[in-house]
């Protein structure tokens, strides 16, 4: 009996050898310049994928070209490639076309002809009452019913250019949905997860011991803990944001939105919120909703939060919050003082939801971080993170929550390169 398991086993990976296909080219963009760490991956089996090099190169083993190739990449639309119409005996040139991650500001521009200009009074109460219309309908978009997604989801993590991690994350996320909100928690069951962690960076991590620095020290770090970087989720940030529950939280504060027209078929409100220190700091945090005009369905939901904090005598940091932040720190010697004197920054966030069972759900999630931190010295070091999530498929019937052994399971591949 087990002879004959061996054979049909060994039948099989025969059968893959002879039946799989190589496929290789090219990501580009508009320009005809290589795009590194695109994500490309087969619709039906998302497991089987691989990532552009940094001259946009990639090489691709697939069962069969019964299939499509989905090619994603943050800030560009995503393709879909019907394999079977490729010929596989010639390197494939894919092209990727701009898509910014955060909708654009909506400029108007006043017509001679225009109409009496409203004063503030009526525009807020327009603005009001176009509010409690969208209000309204989240309910009916956004039932207390449960939400599995089915995604691909990579992020990259970048030091002054350098790719410190890559992660890929494939399986479901399911939305806890109550009375109470759209969204209550989330969970996510991992069925792959690929991940890559440049050695230098994992080796400071693996290294770094807070019983190696004073108690005062260990206080600090707590609130770090180095163990959550080993152990991280950071899918979790382009997914986790409730951004409707923040128009619950702000609906009421009528002189910080704003109203316009996009299109004949949009109207697009953004909510603008400031905080700052004159010399100091400096908040501005601003959400943008495109809503349907006719129906008042939201179409998609962007986020964006810029910050810049100047502290004219430094941060002082202490020796383990110094060890840490160095660890993502790719040059030769990092920070060697103990205070940051700047820091500027910039995060994006964009939900964009298509329509199925008579309600709204996501389509794709996307999150962006860049900027920068200097020390007293003038030391400075770049930063950028981008993930995009990709949803493929949705169940809106019948979805139950995991149990805690069934969100345990999960393989986790570490791998040498972020091209594979």
Request: hydrophobic share 35%; net charge positive; proline share 2%.
């Amino acid at each position: 009996m087990k002879k004959s398991f061996l054979l049909v086993l060994l039948l099989c990976m025969v059968q893959w050898n002879l039946m799989a296909t190589k496929i290789e080219g090219r990501v580009v963009n508009s320009k005809g310049e290589g795009l590194s760490y695109v994500s490309l991956y087969l619709k039906n089996y998302p497991e089987v994928g691989t990532i552009s090099d940094i001259n946009g190169r990639f090489l691709l083993e697939v069962p069969s070209t019964r299939d499509s190739l989905i090619v994603t990449l943050v800030g560009y639309e995503t393709v879909f490639i019907n394999l079977s119409k490729v010929n596989t005996d010639k390197s494939l040139r894919i092209t990727m076309k701009d898509q910014p991650v955060i909708l654009n500001e909506v400029v108007v521009h006043v017509q001679k002809n225009s109409k009496k200009k409203k004063n503030k009074k009526e525009e807020r109460a327009e603005i009001e009452a176009f509010l409690k219309k969208v209000y309204d309908r989240i309910w009916v978009d956004f039932p207390s019913n449960h939400v599995r997604h089915r995604v691909v989801s990579d992020l990259t993590a970048t030091s002054d250019g350098q790719v410190v991690l890559f992660d890929e994350w494939i399986g479901d996320i399911v939305e806890l949905r109550n009375i109470n909100g759209p969204t209550d928690s989330i969970q996510m069951k991992m069925d792959l997860n690929k991940r890559y962690i440049n050695q230098t960076v994992k080796g400071s991590i693996d290294n770094f011991n807070p019983n190696d620095y004073s108690k005062h020290d260990r206080r600090h770090v707590e609130k770090v803990d180095i163990n959550s970087v080993k152990k991280m989720q950071p899918h979790k940030i382009a997914w986790e944001l409730d951004v409707q529950q923040l128009f619950y939280r702000h609906m009421f504060d009528l002189k910080h939105w704003t109203m316009v027209e996009k299109d004949a078929n949009t109207v697009v409100l953004t909510l603008t919120l400031t905080n700052k220190l004159p010399g100091i700091y400096k908040l501005v945090r601003k959400l943008v909703y495109a809503v349907d005009k006719n129906t008042y369905s939201i179409k998609t939901i962007s986020e964006r939060v810029s910050a810049e904090v100047n502290i004219p005598f430094g941060y002082k940091l202490s020796s383990a919050e110094l060890a840490i932040l160095n660890a993502f720190v790719l040059e030769q010697d990092g920070f060697e003082k103990y205070r940051l004197k700047s820091l500027k920054g910039t995060t994006c966030r964009n939900n964009i939801f298509h329509r199925q069972d008579n309600q709204l759900v996501v389509s794709e999630k996307n999150f962006t971080a860049e900027g920068y931190i200097i020390d007293n010295k003038d030391n400075k070091v770049n930063f950028g993170t981008k993930i995009k999530t990709k949803v493929l498929s949705v169940e809106t019937k019948g979805v139950k929550a995991y149990s805690a052994s069934e969100l345990k399971s999960g393989k986790m591949q570490k791998i040498d390169t972020p091209v594979h």
